[in-house]
């Protein structure tokens, strides 16, 4: 199993541009997750997803979209990048039955 | 509103010394989570706590849980140079959804 992977690994972007950061996962988790984590700081929860076709705001969603039209895939999505979005994006599964979320490697993002 | 707070923020530890980092948080919650984050690295799961007075171990790593007193702890052991990393607690909050709330974590620097 690849777990849950995630691109691309880096990304430069110019403010205003859109994007969309790919999340995929083939443990048949029903949960998955976005968090971005800003430097010396924790995680934070930007959206989630509790099966396909189901999505919810976490803390922190302004400023981003989500889908989810299968179980393996959670992408999100930036439409307007500004600087506050300059961030590490972290994507998460998770298995109900065993209370623990498997992260991803991360996106590192810069807005200019 | 959850909040999780870690201390020390930063620990600077000799090798072979014990320390521990606290982490606090503000409403009732059954979950705590402890991961491992190395530099420029995503997340690896250390300890899943899920009821009140859980107690995990691995190597010289121990974590335990009190929710009456909303604390979980991390106790290092003889602490040895392969530590040095950014340790984070999470609470699980939203039922069945077992969303996050981190920590803002704790650097720790072993020194020889």
């Known amino acids: 199993n690849a777990g849950v992977t995630q691109t691309p690994k880096f990304r430069i972007l110019k403010i205003g541009q859109s994007m969309t950061l790919q999340c995929a996962q083939d443990m048949n988790h029903n949960y998955m997750y976005w968090y971005r984590q800003d430097p010396g700081m924790g995680l934070k929860l930007i959206y989630y997803?509790?099966?396909?076709?189901?999505?919810d705001k976490g803390e922190v969603p302004n400023g981003y979209n989500v889908s989810r039209s299968t179980t393996e895939d959670f992408p999100l999505r930036l439409e307007l990048a500004a600087p506050s979005q300059t961030s590490v994006y972290f994507c998460?599964?998770?298995?109900?039955?065993?209370?623990?979320?498997?992260f991803g490697p991360g996106t590192r993002l810069t807005v200019l | 509103e959850l909040k999780v707070e870690q201390n020390p923020l930063f620990l600077s530890m000799q090798e072979g010394k014990n320390y521990t980092i606290y982490c606090n948080y503000s409403?009732?919650?059954?979950?705590l989570y402890w991961y491992r984050q190395d530099p420029g690295k995503s997340l690896e799961s250390l300890f899943v706590l899920l009821s009140n007075g859980a107690v995990k171990q691995e190597g010289r790593l121990m974590a335990s849980l009190d929710t009456k007193a909303r604390l979980s702890t991390l106790h290092i052991t003889a602490a040895v140079h392969d530590l040095s990393a950014t340790y984070f607690c999470a609470v699980g909050y939203g039922g069945a959804t077992n969303k996050l709330i981190f920590g803002t974590g704790t650097l720790l620097a072993v020194q020889p």
């Open positions: 998460a599964s998770s298995d109900p039955g065993r209370n623990e979320q498997f």
């Open positions: 997803s509790v099966g396909a076709g189901i999505t």
């Open positions: 409403t009732t919650s059954d979950r």
